[in-house]
């Protein structure tokens, strides 16, 4: 059974000032994992997707990076727009053309100013 | 561009009521599409997920059902609600290897 798990769940931050979050995941052959945001009451914004073992993306103050084992998303000096829950998700080899997603939990973000 | 929505954007029921929330999908054809549940402060549940019209498979065992009736709209439905099916309800697309999302749906099953 696939398995995604977030760490930490809730991360207070003060603007400027760096930190990852932490996805872990166990799949049967990765197809894709994928960083997602979420704004509170409102569907989940895709950010990243990443393929293979040493793949980075970079969109603003965000950088996501792949291992065999686990992603990290990367927040250089984040300023309190960036404050929402952050979700990471996996796709199987196994999921064909279904192309099913697994969930972790998610980080809640908060930036003060 | 392709746009997804989702309808109504928040619902209040009673136990034992009727359910049927609407999905549609814009500018894209013959699309994969989800629905998910999440709970408060937790993560995406699939619930179901279709490859085409008519093609349904269920992820979890539940009183709720789905449907495709076309090729870019799925409905969520249930006959009976339970306290338990409140959550907010998420449907998703695929579009190549990504899936995006909608809206939402608020459900508060009282």
């Known amino acids: 059974e696939d398995q995604v798990t977030q760490s930490p769940e809730a991360l207070r931050l003060q603007e400027g000032e760096s930190s990852s979050l932490n996805c872990s995941y166990t799949?049967?052959?990765?197809?894709?994992l994928f960083w997602y945001r979420q704004d509170p009451g409102k569907g989940p914004e895709f950010l990243f997707t990443l393929y293979s073992a040493g793949e980075e993306k970079e969109k603003e103050r965000l950088k996501a990076t792949l291992t065999k084992k686990e992603s990290f998303l990367h927040i250089t000096a984040p300023k309190p727009e960036d404050s929402a829950t952050y979700l990471c998700a996996v796709q199987a080899g196994s999921s064909g053309s279904a192309r099913q997603l697994t969930f972790g939990s998610g980080t809640q973000l908060t930036v003060l100013p | 561009s392709q746009t997804i929505h989702q309808w109504p954007a928040t619902l209040v029921q009673p136990v034992g009521s009727p359910l049927s929330l609407e999905c549609t999908v814009e500018?894209?054809?013959?699309?994969?599409l989800y629905w998910y549940r999440q709970a408060a402060g937790r993560g995406l549940q699939l619930l179901f997920y279709?490859?085409?019209?008519?093609?349904i498979s269920s992820e979890v065992p539940q009183n709720l059902s789905a449907s495709r009736p076309q090729d870019r709209q799925f409905i969520l439905s249930s006959k009976k609600l339970l306290l338990s099916d409140s959550g907010f309800y998420l449907c998703?697309?695929?579009?190549?290897?990504?899936?995006?999302f909608g809206p939402g749906t608020r459900l508060l099953v009282l």
């Open positions: 279709s490859v085409g019209i008519g093609q």
């Open positions: 500018g894209t054809s013959n699309p994969n």
């Open positions: 799949v049967s052959g990765l197809r894709g």
């Open positions: 998703a697309w695929n579009g190549g290897e990504t899936q995006y």
